[in-house]
């Protein structure tokens, strides 16, 4: 999560050069365009690998599945 705040910062603090600032920061923005595009796939990859499928329908039937609770440290 750290990742994708700091390509956000990293994003914002151009942006806000060239909209408030009026400063010519086309290129690092564009740039740290592409950073926060890899940290969000990063996420995304990190979400997917953590879900853990269980099926709705078993033969033709909705099933509820009672999900696991994952719990956090320091708890």
Do not use: D
């Not at 969000?40 to 009672?66: D, E, W």
């Amino acid at each position: 999560m750290s990742i994708w705040t700091g390509a956000q910062v990293h994003w914002l603090g151009w942006a806000y050069l060239l909209e408030f600032k009026g400063k010519n920061t086309f290129l690092p923005l564009w740039v740290a365009s592409i950073f926060f595009f890899a940290a969000n796939i990063v996420v995304m990859v990190t979400i997917i690998r953590h879900h853990s499928f269980c099926p709705m329908f078993q033969r033709g039937v909705l099933t509820y599945v009672r999900l696991k609770s994952r719990r956090i440290k320091g708890e």
